[in-house]
């Protein structure tokens, strides 16, 4: 059986019209959603790209592979898609955005169509800072938006170029080898620079802000408020900016649905069809002004839910509630390439989980943050309805996301959650000591910074 996978960057999951989202215009998407296993409630292990990506490479938490930042780069013990694939005859292909750092390019995959653009290469693995004072230099990935052309929507392009052919080819082969096409996207990850064809599809004036976008900072939980002061978000910019930047947002999802778009229609047209499975998700992603943030870097539903579709060759459908995330698609990938799961990774087989669903609230997601922004770690544990988000040395958040899917009131307080605060702690250090955890973060990082010194 062949897979596509198709990843992109920043794609919170409710931003498309099959999720539910007023404005968003996806058919692409939207199709795709009507003949596959659609996953409500994915979310990602970090709510920031190298940890996210290498995290679901692996099969594998953030902390278990000690990939803490953006700079991390993996410890080649770890075995990716790449490596399991690859050893069984699969042709695994690398096209696009990856955000490897390093020397090593392919991570276990056969071979690469396009590279990431030369600025996302890091090959020195450098830390970030997390002292009080390490702060972005500006606010640009919220101020600088607007219609126009840009090196990331050239960039989809040519990435979605790339792969029709291999998929062309690959349609009119006779040797029959399977292979696993990886296709990673920019869009619509900042600058908010959208294609004018697709920013012309919002009015700015007319769109509906998230009612928190100009949130008082210091009405804000702690670890929040350093939080946007770290990113540049703690002063909202002017209201025109922010519906500039929102109508630009949904312009590139729009634009990565039309490049989704191409790739499908290569795959419905040609014999791939009755043979391919085909994969959507994104790393994080992305705020768009609630809580008054832009990126992601937190815990909040806009920062940590993805959208998540398996498609297989049947075109069965189905809406899963089940608690998933990106660990889940590497055990995904083994079932449909007839392999045995290693018994020590967290995830499990999605297909399994949408034909077998058990009791919704059995399921938990769970994410880790380490990088600039939060102080000390952050880690979110979801089960069934309720998130505990868990920073070291500071107050915990306790949400029910079902009830206040905004996350506007804070339970952690509330005497009559104690007993569910508890649950999710206990099931929170089953899977990692956060305090431990921390400190190797730390200490790794620590260590990085003094040998980037010492070179």
């Known amino acids: 059986m062949n897979i596509v996978f198709l ?26 959603a009507q003949q596959s296993y659609t996953f409500d409630n994915a979310y990602c292990n970090s709510p ?21 930042d953006l700079g991390a780069i993996l410890d080649r013990k770890h075995e990716t898609w790449g490596d399991y694939l ?19 390019r392919l991570l276990g995959f056969s071979d690469r169509l396009l590279d990431d653009l030369p600025r996302w290469r890091n090959t020195k693995g450098n830390p970030p800072r997390r002292t009080a004072d390490a702060r972005r230099g ?16 050239r960039y989809d392009r040519k990435v979605t170029d790339l792969a029709v052919e291999y998929l062309k080819r690959k349609a009119a082969a006779t040797d029959n080898k399977p292979f696993l096409l990886y296709c990673g996207y920019m869009h619509p990850h900042f600058p908010l620079i959208a294609p004018p064809e697709f920013y012309s599809w919002y009015n700015p004036d007319t769109l509906d802000l998230p009612d928190t976008w100009n949130e008082p900072l210091e009405t804000q939980h702690p670890v929040v408020q350093h ?36 790739i499908l229609q290569t795959i419905d047209t040609t014999p791939l069809r009755e043979n391919t499975v085909v994969i959507y998700t994104s790393d994080h992603g992305e705020m768009a ?23 297989l060759p049947s075109g069965e459908s189905k809406r899963i509630k089940q608690n998933v995330s990106l660990v889940d698609v590497l055990p995904t990938l083994l079932e449909i390439a007839g392999l045995e799961k290693p018994s020590d990774l967290p995830g499990e ?30 880690f979110m544990l979801k089960q069934g309805d309720y998130k505990l988000c868990h920073y070291v040395g500071n107050q915990p958040q306790l949400f029910n996301v079902d009830v206040d899917p905004l996350e506007n009131v804070d ?33 790794n990082q620590h260590i990085r910074r003094s040998k980037g010194r010492d070179a």
Not at 86 to 104: A, I, Q, S
Not at 289 to 311: D, T
Not at 365 to 372: G, K, L, T, V, W
Request: charged share 20%; proline share 5%.
């Open 349 to 378: 087989n999605l297909l399994g989980i949408a034909k077998h669903q058990a009791d919704e609230t059995t399921r938990t997601a769970f994410s880790e943050y380490h990088h600039m922004g939060m102080m000390n770690a952050g």
């Open 48 to 68: 920031i790209c190298t940890p996210s990506r290498l995290s679901m490479l692996t099969g594998r938490y953030p902390h278990q592979i000690e990939t803490w």
């Open 411 to 443: 339970l952690a307080s509330k005497p009559e959650h104690t007993e569910i605060r508890r649950e999710l702690e206990n099931a929170l250090h089953e899977i990692v000591n956060p305090d431990l955890t921390d400190a190797r973060a730390k200490d």
């Open 227 to 262: 939080h946007r002061w770290a990113w540049r978000n703690d002063i909202p910019p002017p209201e025109d900016i922010v519906r500039c930047a929102l109508a630009c947002y949904y312009a590139l999802v729009s634009s990565l649905d039309a490049q989704i778009g191409h």
């Open 86 to 104: 690859t050893k069984e005859d699969y042709e695994t292909v690398l096209c696009g955005r990856t955000h490897f750092n390093g020397t090593d």
């Open 7 to 32: 990843f992109s960057d920043e794609h919170t999951g409710t931003v498309m019209g099959n999720s539910g989202h007023p404005v968003v215009q996806t058919p692409n998407l939207d199709r795709l």
């Open 289 to 311: 002004g609630s809580h008054g943030i832009w990126q992601k870097q937190c815990f909040y539903e806009n920062a940590v839910k993805v959208p998540l579709m398996v498609r």
């Open 138 to 153: 500006s606010n640009s990935h919220v101020a600088e938006c607007g219609p126009g052309d840009h090196e990331h929507t």
